[in-house]
C-alpha cells in the first residue's frame, strides 16, 4: 500500500515522455546546450571513478593494517 504513490509516480513519467526531455544523449531535444553535455559527461567519469578508487581504498587500508602486523 506504502509504494501506490511511487508507482503512480513511475506510471506518469513512462505514459508522459516529454517529461524527460533533459536527456542529454539524444542532444537534439530543447534546452541541450554543451554545458549540459560537458556536465553528463562529468558526472558519468565521475561515477564510473567512485568504484574504482573505493575499492583502491579499501586494498590501501588493508595493506597497511598486514604491514603493521607484520611489524
Do not use: D
Request: proline share 6%.
Amino acid at each position: 500500500m506504502k509504494n501506490i504513490p511511487v508507482l503512480i509516480l513511475v506510471m506518469a513519467f513512462v505514459l508522459h515522455p516529454e517529461v524527460l526531455t533533459a536527456c542529454p544523449l539524444c542532444q537534439g531535444g530543447q534546452g541541450v546546450s554543451q554545458q549540459t553535455i560537458a556536465a553528463y559527461k562529468g558526472i558519468t567519469l565521475l561515477l564510473a571513478l567512485l568504484p574504482v578508487v573505493g575499492a583502491g581504498g579499501i586494498f590501501y587500508w588493508i595493506y597497511n593494517k598486514y604491514k603493521r602486523f607484520e611489524q
